[in-house]
Protein backbone atom coordinates (compact mmCIF):
# COMPACT_ATOMS: atom_id res chain seq x y z
CA UNK A 1 0.00 0.00 0.00
CA UNK A 2 3.04 2.38 0.54
CA UNK A 3 3.95 1.90 -2.28
CA UNK A 4 1.73 3.11 -4.93
CA UNK A 5 1.62 6.69 -2.65
CA UNK A 6 4.58 7.66 -4.54
CA UNK A 7 2.55 7.42 -7.98
CA UNK A 8 -0.62 9.67 -6.21
CA UNK A 9 1.47 12.98 -7.30
CA UNK A 10 -0.66 15.87 -6.26
CA UNK A 11 -2.83 13.17 -3.78
CA UNK A 12 0.46 12.16 -2.29
CA UNK A 13 0.11 14.22 1.05
CA UNK A 14 -3.60 13.00 1.01
CA UNK A 15 -1.63 9.73 0.89
CA UNK A 16 0.71 9.85 3.45
CA UNK A 17 -1.78 11.44 6.02
CA UNK A 18 -3.78 8.52 5.43
CA UNK A 19 -1.09 6.14 5.87
CA UNK A 20 0.78 7.52 9.12
CA UNK A 21 -3.01 7.21 10.50
CA UNK A 22 -3.19 3.87 9.52
CA UNK A 23 -2.13 0.25 11.09
CA UNK A 24 1.97 0.49 11.00
CA UNK A 25 2.84 -1.57 8.15
CA UNK A 26 3.89 -5.45 8.52
CA UNK A 27 7.69 -6.41 6.34
CA UNK A 28 7.30 -9.30 4.36
CA UNK A 29 11.03 -9.86 5.63
CA UNK A 30 14.12 -8.90 7.17
CA UNK A 31 15.10 -6.23 3.96
CA UNK A 32 11.76 -5.67 2.46
CA UNK A 33 11.48 -1.88 1.50
CA UNK A 34 14.75 -1.63 -0.18
CA UNK A 35 12.92 -0.78 -3.52
CA UNK A 36 10.74 1.75 -1.84
CA UNK A 37 13.56 3.32 -0.32
CA UNK A 38 15.08 3.78 -3.78
CA UNK A 39 11.82 4.82 -5.44
CA UNK A 40 11.17 7.95 -2.49
CA UNK A 41 14.69 8.64 -2.80
CA UNK A 42 14.45 9.40 -6.77
CA UNK A 43 10.82 10.31 -7.03
CA UNK A 44 11.67 13.96 -6.54
CA UNK A 45 8.55 14.25 -4.20
CA UNK A 46 10.70 15.84 -1.72
CA UNK A 47 11.09 19.34 -3.99
CA UNK A 48 7.37 19.52 -3.78
CA UNK A 49 5.79 17.59 -0.91
CA UNK A 50 9.31 17.31 1.81
CA UNK A 51 6.95 16.81 5.18
CA UNK A 52 4.76 14.55 3.27
CA UNK A 53 7.91 12.69 2.17
CA UNK A 54 9.90 12.66 5.39
CA UNK A 55 6.51 11.67 7.70
CA UNK A 56 6.35 8.92 5.09
CA UNK A 57 10.04 7.75 5.51
CA UNK A 58 9.93 8.19 9.26
CA UNK A 59 6.59 5.59 8.69
CA UNK A 60 8.64 3.15 7.05
CA UNK A 61 11.26 2.83 8.83
CA UNK A 62 9.19 2.64 12.40
CA UNK A 63 8.63 -0.75 10.95
CA UNK A 64 11.63 -1.92 9.15
CA UNK A 65 12.58 -5.09 11.18
CA UNK A 66 16.52 -5.01 10.28
CA UNK A 67 19.30 -3.15 8.68
CA UNK A 68 17.90 -1.28 5.27
CA UNK A 69 19.57 -0.52 2.67
CA UNK A 70 20.26 3.16 3.73
CA UNK A 71 22.23 4.63 0.72
CA UNK A 72 18.72 6.13 -0.58
CA UNK A 73 17.46 6.99 3.16
CA UNK A 74 20.79 9.12 4.18
CA UNK A 75 20.37 10.76 0.37
CA UNK A 76 17.13 11.31 0.79
CA UNK A 77 17.54 12.94 4.52
CA UNK A 78 20.16 15.00 3.09
CA UNK A 79 18.14 16.55 0.29
CA UNK A 80 14.87 17.06 2.93
CA UNK A 81 17.46 19.01 5.10
CA UNK A 82 17.04 22.37 3.39
CA UNK A 83 13.78 22.52 2.67
CA UNK A 84 10.50 23.10 4.98
CA UNK A 85 10.30 19.22 6.27
CA UNK A 86 10.00 19.56 9.96
CA UNK A 87 13.16 19.44 11.85
CA UNK A 88 11.57 16.97 14.78
CA UNK A 89 10.25 14.55 11.89
CA UNK A 90 13.81 14.05 10.47
CA UNK A 91 15.27 13.81 14.00
CA UNK A 92 13.40 10.84 14.09
CA UNK A 93 14.65 9.37 11.52
CA UNK A 94 18.44 9.96 12.29
CA UNK A 95 17.33 8.21 15.97
CA UNK A 96 15.39 5.37 14.12
CA UNK A 97 18.36 4.75 11.71
CA UNK A 98 20.74 4.70 14.29
CA UNK A 99 18.98 2.24 16.72
CA UNK A 100 19.30 0.50 13.43
CA UNK A 101 22.17 0.13 13.21
CA UNK A 102 23.74 3.04 11.00
CA UNK A 103 27.01 4.09 11.78
CA UNK A 104 26.35 7.65 10.05
CA UNK A 105 23.21 8.67 11.67
CA UNK A 106 24.89 10.65 14.28
CA UNK A 107 26.56 12.21 11.50
CA UNK A 108 23.04 13.06 9.72
CA UNK A 109 21.18 14.36 12.72
CA UNK A 110 23.82 16.94 13.19
CA UNK A 111 23.21 18.22 10.03
CA UNK A 112 19.96 18.12 11.17
CA UNK A 113 20.56 19.92 14.31
CA UNK A 114 22.64 22.48 12.58
CA UNK A 115 20.06 23.63 9.82
CA UNK A 116 17.93 26.57 10.31
CA UNK A 117 14.93 24.92 10.29
CA UNK A 118 12.27 24.65 12.54
Known amino acids: MIGW????DSAFPDA???????????????????????????????A???NSVAKL???ILESEPGFPYVDPI???VRKL?????EKRVLLDICERLGALGYTQAAEL???????GQN
Open 57 to 59: LRR
Open 74 to 76: DEL
Open 109 to 115: KRLVESS
Open 16 to 46: VDFLVRSPAPVPKDRYSNPYLYLELSESGLE
Open 48 to 50: RYP
Open 81 to 85: IPTEA
Open 5 to 8: SIQL
